[in-house]
């Protein structure tokens, strides 16, 4: 019942810029704590983005500067612009929402058993 769907993944030259969507289902993503995701192969998950339900937003330092994180509340759609694409942002990205959290931060709704969502992921290779 509860979906959440990325896209716009691909290949790109370092440098380069993507925009991800993660199209939600089921629940109004605005009224939940939504954040993007990424994992390499060989490396541990991490949290790249959050925003909340009063537009607060949340990066970690490795894409802050670079990366935006924004919702579409009429198409119920949440983004990530990634900007200055480097061959280290180069992972699967994966959306996720969760509906109670003290803080909106991706280290919140990670620790969460229940009440959480996650899409399926989408690939980011960037080449150097």
């Known amino acids: 019942q509860v979906q959440l769907l990325e896209s716009g993944g691909g290949s790109v030259q370092a440098g380069g810029s993507l925009r991800l969507s993660c199209a939600a289902s089921g629940f109004a993503a605005s009224s939940y704590c939504m954040a993007w995701f990424r994992r390499a192969p060989g490396k541990t998950r991490e949290g790249v983005a959050a925003?909340?339900?009063?537009?607060?937003?949340y990066y970690a330092d490795s894409v802050k500067g670079r990366f935006t994180i924004s919702q579409d509340n009429a198409k119920n759609t949440l983004y990530l612009q990634m900007n200055s694409l480097k061959a280290e942002d180069t992972a699967m990205y994966y959306c996720?929402?969760?509906?109670?959290?003290?803080?909106?931060?991706?280290?919140?709704?990670?620790?969460?058993?229940?009440?959480?969502?996650w899409g399926q992921g989408t690939q980011v290779t960037v080449s150097s």
């Open positions: 996720a929402a969760a509906g109670q959290v003290p803080i909106c931060r991706p280290s919140y709704i990670a620790a969460l058993v229940r009440n959480n969502y």
């Open positions: 925003i909340d339900s009063d537009g607060s937003t």
